[in-house]
Structure formats: structure tokens, C-alpha cells
């Protein structure tokens, strides 16, 4: 067995020498695993760095510190990365997974997310996870001998399952997929290349879907508070956060709060991350000797928040719901977003001259279904900037989103 990337590797780790491969067979590299491999696409893919200019909450020039999708994707890797250390998991994987959860991801968060998904309703709708799948598979053209970054199969599952499956044994879709069913690209890709969409992914992309929860609540926090949506005070409403802060008060009487909130912040990530390699540790022991299979086949997943940090998660979730995602000024610069998106949209659709040259050929032949999934990708694809530009060309007034 090839040995040169190996290190502490539990049983129940995804083995890059023993991947089930790439849609397009590949020479293998001399220095890199096939992980590896994967993760350095990405990185360098033209999806990846426009993450640089697509915000999380706010709008990208509410201020230079706030987090992007860049910032937060490369949070979530490290986060990623030490769990799976911990864990015996693959990191390399399950850093590839963390680095590509957020390429579908649309201008403008979550509203513009929303905004693509009622315009496309009669098409299937708009995801995210199904838009990350179809950047990596098709639309960043690159190499001369395929479209997309012609990733592994084990990069590809956990892109689609690491919020776990998407349909039960017999094929029907899970709860979550009933009102629209599954993604078609999703179907598609899995029609091509199998990705076993009732089973649950392999530990690494579990560990990514956790990582992004830690890393959403941490700088969630982190950017409400020095945006002044609500005092470090307030925080005392959650229990979770009340007990960092008194230990923080309790070792500095006196300390200037932007050394609180960043105090805060990292004895939050520690006491999660570590909570959930304690908890994990416990649920995989019945798999410890086993393969990857086991947990794909567990029937519940493996890399979990115990108690304590399942509420904690959850009430950190409806603070930050209430008192930030919920904010009059996020509501009212979401709102204007959203007109943005959807004026984009129904410009594009009532008038292809409008896009691109390259975009507009690609639309010969096309039906309604594949015309909106084409605008969509476009629009999609946009960052913040670029899509408040575009508007500027089409349109008398654009909001200022400030």
C-alpha cells in the first residue's frame, strides 16, 4: 500500500490511496495525495477567490473587518482540520470539504440565496450545496480535457451529504427535499458517477458540517457586537455565553471589551470543538477496527455536539436570529439586496442580449428549465460589487446597501 502521504489514520478514515476515483481517470501526482489534490483545485479555483467579495451578513463595504465567505470558509478549515486530527479522520479531506461547502453560495448571503430560489420555483428552485456541486462538475472550465475540477468521488459525496442523506432506502427524498424534491443537478451527478444518496457521508464531511456551525456562531458574535447590533451585555441572555463571560470577568476584572469579545470568541470555538471530538470519540467506538462503510451505514451520524452543546448551539442560533439575522438595518439592507437579485434576474430572462457574449451563446437550444439555471449560474457567480455594478448597467437606481 502506498505510504507516502500516510499519518495516524483510524480505520474508519477515508484512505486517499484507496479513493473510488475521479469521473475522468487522471495520472496520480508524485507528491500530493488525491485529497490533496482536490483541496489545491479548489483553492485555486476562479469560485474560490470571488468568495473574497461575497458577504456573510453584511454587505461588503459596511467595513474592512467584518467577515466574507472567504474568511469564513478559511475558519472553518482550521476548525475542520483539528477535529479530524483528533479524530483519526483524514484532515487533508476533510479540509477540501470545508474550503468547498461555501462555492455555491450567491451575492449578498442568504438573500440572495433566497431571492434565486423563489425566482426559479417553477424550475426546481435554487441550492446552494447543489450549486457548489455543479461549479466543481461543470462550470469552472479550466482543464483541456474536461469541464469542472474533476474532483474525487469521496470530495464529490460530502459536498452533497454533509448535512446527510438526501433520500431514504427505497429513493424517496428526505423531509427536507419533499416540497421540490432533489436538486436536479444533483440527481444527475449521482446518475453518473453513484454518490449512494441515502447512505450518510464519510466523518470527514461530517466534521466540515459541524466546523461551519462553530465557525457561524463564533464570528457571528464576533461581527455583531463591534457592528453594535446588540451589547456584549446582552449576551448574559444565553447561558452558554454567560458562563464564558464570567470566566473571563472572573480572571480580568478590567479588561478593554475588544479584548472580552475576543476572549469570547475563542473559549467558545475551544469548548465546542473540544465538546464534539469527546462526544465523537464516544459514538465511534462501535466502528473502531472497521472501514469507512460503517459510518456511511451507521444510520445516524457519528460527529455530533453532545447535549450541553446542542442546546448551546441552538440558543446561540435563536440570540443571533433575534437580535442580528433580524436587525431593522440588516432587514431593511437584506430587502434591498434582494431587489437587486431579482431585478438581475428578470432583466436576464426578459432580455439575453444582455449577458456576456460567451453567456449569451451558451444559451442556443436551450429550454426554459436550462435558460434559468443558466442565468442563475451567472448571477450566482457574482460577488457583491460586481453584482451592485451589473444593476448600475441595467437600471435608473440601484440601492446603496448601506
Known sequence: MDRRFDRWRASYAADPTETRGRRFKEESSPTRSEFQRDRDRIIHSTAFRRLKHKTQVFVFHEG??????????????????????????DEDLAET??????????PFGHTGEDALDDCLSQFGGFDHNAQALRIVTTLERRYPDFDGLNLTWETLEGLVKHNGPLSGPQGNPMPRFQKRGIARGILREDALVHLDLSSFAGGEAQVAALADDIAYNSHDLDDGLR?????????????FLADILAEIYKKWHN????????????????RFVEGVIEESRRRLLPVVGLPIEAIRNAGEPVIVFG????????????FLFARMYRNADVMRVRGEADTVVRDLYN?????????????????IGQG????????????AGMTDRFALQEHRRL?????DLR
Open 64 to 89: 474592512d473587518h467584518f467577515r466574507t465567505r472567504l474568511t469564513h470558509t478559511i475558519e472553518v478549515a482550521q476548525i475542520a482540520r483539528s477535529i479530524a486530527r483528533a479524530l483519526g479522520l
Open 347 to 363: 432583466a436576464f430572462v426578459s432580455d439575453s442580449s444582455r449577458l456576456p457574449e460567451d453567456w449569451r451563446q451558451r444559451l
Open 255 to 270: 479588561l478593554e471589551e475588544s479584548r472580552v469579545i475576543h476572549e469570547l470568541g475563542r473559549r467558545l470555538i475551544t
Open 368 to 379: 426554459d428549465a436550462e435558460r434559468a439555471q443558466h442565468i442563475a449560474d451567472y448571477i
Open 395 to 399: 437600471f435608473d437606481a440601484t440601492p
Open 97 to 106: 470539504l470545508a474550503l468547498s461547502h461555501d462555492l455555491g453560495h450567491t
Open 307 to 318: 447535549d450541553e452543546l446542542t442546546i448551546a448551539d441552538r440558543d446561540i442560533k435563536r
Open 227 to 239: 457592528a453594535g447590533l446588540f451589547p456584549l451585555s446582552d449576551l448574559n441572555e444565553v447561558p
